[in-house]
């Protein structure tokens, strides 16, 4: 069966620290898709990145950066200098593959990211 | 085009009662989804349309639960005879066929007392 694990319930840290959101995947498929959503208290999923299993490059996108180890089944998230609007939940989230594409999310519990002033 | 639009926001009802509850899809996404999300969970995987088709049910989706997508427009989710545990908020995505990633709306909160 498919699951992903945020071990993470809560983190707490102060603004311009670093963080690192935590995501452990499990799946029997050979082609699957991770993504990571941010939900701000609004209550919208931002979508923030998809990655396919093929791709274990580890990306950079201005203050956020991803870092995805097949070998250990992980899909980590860290944030660098991490600002008050980062505050929010994140969820990392696994897909199997439907034809070539995504097919329904499967989501951790979510980490809850507070950033203090 | 604004993004995936959910109506109402809120709804608060009466257990027993029946509510539907309307999703726009970005209008070029093929692909429908809805999911569940209760108090500090993650968002659960309820149902999904490829056009009008409805291809896949979770275990979730009780008979009490019924979804629609005519025309391959827009959805409706309409839950009869609810019961307490139906409160949550309920999400609905769209995306296109090898797309990156789903767009979310902003949801529709059920309170059912």
């Known amino acids: 069966a498919q699951k992903v694990t945020q071990a993470q319930t809560e983190i707490s840290v102060v603004e311009k620290e670093d963080v690192t959101l935590d995501c452990v995947y499990e799946?029997?498929?050979?082609?699957?898709?991770l993504f990571w959503y941010k939900q701000p208290p609004s209550g919208e999923l931002v979508f923030l990145i998809r990655?396919?299993?093929?791709?274990?490059q580890n990306e950079i996108s201005g203050r956020y950066s991803w870092n995805f180890q097949k070998s250990t089944s992980s899909f980590n998230f860290t944030i660098t200098a991490s600002q008050v609007v980062d505050s929010a939940v994140y969820f990392c989230?696994?897909?199997?593959?439907?034809?070539?594409?995504?097919?329904?999310?499967?989501f951790g519990k979510g980490t809850k990211l507070s950033v203090k002033p | 085009d604004t993004g995936v639009s959910q109506d109402p926001r809120h709804k608060i009802t009466k257990r027993g009662q029946n509510v539907t509850f309307r999703c726009d899809p970005i209008?070029?996404?093929?692909?429908l989804y809805w999911y569940r999300q209760t108090l500090g969970q993650g968002p659960e995987f309820l149902t999904y349309?490829?056009?009008?088709?409805?291809?896949?049910k979770s275990r979730l989706l009780s008979d009490r639960f019924s979804a629609e997508r005519p025309k391959g427009s827009f959805s409706t989710l309409e839950i009869q005879r609810t019961e307490q545990g139906d409160s949550a908020m309920y999400l609905c995505?769209?995306?296109?066929?090898?797309?990156?990633?789903?767009?979310f709306g902003s949801g529709t909160r059920l309170t059912v007392v």
């Open positions: 799946t029997r498929d050979t082609t699957y898709y």
């Open positions: 989230a696994l897909s199997e593959n439907y034809g070539g594409s995504q097919g329904n999310l499967i």
């Open positions: 349309f490829q056009n009008e088709a409805q291809l896949e």
């Open positions: 990655r396919n299993s093929f791709d274990e």
């Open positions: 995505a769209s995306s296109l066929t090898g797309a990156q990633g789903y767009t």
């Open positions: 209008s070029e996404h093929n692909r």
